[in-house]
């Protein structure tokens, strides 16, 4: 049985050596393929196109800010068109005419309130006199 195995021995080797080198050619050949690269040398100029509308892309600005009034209106004018804006710095003015009509309408309901403040002033004197009659008088008991 050892004489079997003794002679068995270089063929196995022989087969593992001979699958070894299969592989090997396997990947050598087969592998990816190389891919030609072209490359441009750079250099400096003036970039000129026209951009129509046609033209697909987006710009990202550098910075974004949300402008917000605190209060709402019309906005008359704006006073900034491009460029930087510094913190501070008015960027529109609003119709003040809503405001004008809505401080007046505010003045006008104010007067309403101290009127009927006045009207409750005179109705309290005419019911606390009332009371103070009311008390004086003598109900017969039944």
Sequence with gaps: MADTVNRRRPWLILFFVALAVAIAAGVAFNGRKSTRVRTLSL???????????NSVGSIEPLQTAVVASEITGRIQKILVRQGEVKGGQPVFEIDSRDLVAEREVARCEIETSRA?????????????EDLKRLRDVDVPKG
């Design 43 to 53: 250099a400096t100029g003036r970039v000129e196109e026209i951009v129509t509308s």
């Design 116 to 128: 009927r403040i006045d009207q409750a002033v005179v109705r309290k004197r005419k019911v606390s």
